[in-house]
């Protein structure tokens, strides 16, 4: 069974940073790219950014709402994915949710296949 | 910036068809997905690659996909169907992801 558990949410003061981690199990974490994907309180889903799987060289792209100031990375050897928020804003007030990305080719085509539970980021003075 | 479009909210009584809509400039050449999530929990999968349901879902859930515009349709929906439906899609590029704004079903 494949599982996402979310750490590192909580309460930062804006212009903060703040890393949020996803520990993966039930599957092998290295052939799989890795988003995040964020839900401001009573709003809908953002994709925020992913990480390919090291096999299409674990490169990253963002959404431009984060980009510059978020950085997705990976660690295959323990199963984690990481979101690394500096500069944080109030607008960045949400759950932040760890995903799974389904890759296929022909035509190429990506989407998420689980979720963890999510983990909430205040950004508040 | 690319933008998928869907109305906020649909209603629906349990003997009828409810159908959600999702518009993108994208969408002839993207395939759409959809999700369905309930409050306080983490979204599901309920329709990929257009018209293709995951495993567990129930044969009620459909998709389709026409020019512009994808639709999510529940048929004979249930009370426990009722949740936000988010459409999800990739500009032309590939590599920026997009969610529609979700809608809202309430089934009466």
């Known amino acids: 069974e494949v599982q996402l558990v979310e750490s590192g949410g909580g309460l930062v003061q804006p212009g903060r940073s703040l890393r949020l981690s996803c520990t993966a199990s039930?599957?092998?974490?290295?052939?799989?790219?890795m988003s995040w994907v964020r839900q401001a309180p009573g709003k809908g889903l953002e994709w925020v950014g992913f990480?390919?799987?090291?096999?299409?060289?674990?490169?990253?792209e963002y959404a431009a709402s984060v980009k510059g100031r978020f950085t997705i990375s990976r660690d295959d050897s323990k199963s984690f994915a990481y979101l690394q928020m500096n500069s944080l804003k109030t607008e960045d007030t949400a759950v932040y949710f760890c995903?799974?990305?389904?890759?296929?080719?022909?035509?190429?085509?990506?989407?998420?296949?689980?979720w963890g539970q999510g983990t909430l980021v205040t950004v508040s003075s | 910036s690319y933008e998928l479009t869907q109305p906020p909210s649909v209603s629906v009584s349990p003997g009828q068809t409810a159908r959600i809509t999702c518009s993108g400039d994208a969408l002839p050449k993207k395939f759409a997905y959809w999700y369905q999530q309930k409050s306080g929990q983490a979204p599901v999968l309920v329709i990929y690659?257009?018209?293709k349901r995951p495993s567990g879902i129930p044969e009620r859930f459909s998709g389709s996909s026409s020019g512009t515009m994808a639709t999510l349709t529940i048929s004979g929906p249930q009370v426990e169907d009722e949740a936000d439906y988010y459409c999800y899609s990739t500009d032309s590029s590939g590599i920026h992801w997009v969610f529609g704004g979700g809608t809202k079903l309430t089934v009466l």
């Open positions: 039930g599957f092998t974490f290295g052939d799989y790219a």
């Open positions: 995903t799974r990305v389904i890759t296929q080719w022909l035509p190429p085509r990506s989407y998420f296949d689980s």
């Open positions: 990480i390919r799987s090291k096999a299409y060289g674990g490169t990253t």
């Open positions: 690659e257009d018209s």
